[in-house]
């Protein structure tokens, strides 16, 4: 199995900075695409940025936020600045993970971090 854990999360004013980090282990072979994603309440999850053959970003991240990943580390990370409100909720690793001893990708998620911030 793959084992995703988050950590980084908390409370900030509007304006402040978080750094999430997220670490893989377990039977990986290799990871191709990691993301970080994310739910408010009473809303969908919805993607905030991905990291595989190229970067993405949701719009309304653009430019606040920065993803990274450390491949030797199997790990995962979201510098996020200029926090603003509506980035308030519970926000998840994912990874597509090749295992050990498949022949297939698998994605596998977190248990979230919470990331609330304040007016």
């Known amino acids: 199995q793959v084992q995703l854990v988050e950590s980084g999360g908390g409370l900030v004013q509007a304006g402040g900075s978080l750094r999430l980090s997220c670490a893989a282990s377990g039977s990986i072979a290799t990871i191709d695409t990691m993301g970080w994603y994310r739910q408010a309440p009473g809303k969908q999850r919805e993607l905030v940025a991905t990291?595989?053959?190229?970067?993405e970003y949701a719009d309304s991240v653009k430019g606040r936020f920065t993803i990274s990943r450390d491949g030797a580390k199997n790990s995962l990370y979201l510098q996020m600045n200029s926090l603003k409100p509506d980035d308030t909720g519970v926000y998840y690793c994912?990874?597509?993970?090749?295992?050990?001893?498949?022949?297939?990708?698998?994605?596998?998620w977190g248990q979230g971090t919470q990331v609330t911030v304040s007016s």
């Open positions: 994912y990874a597509n993970v090749l295992m050990g001893a498949s022949i297939r990708f698998r994605g596998f």
């Open positions: 990291i595989g053959s190229k970067i």
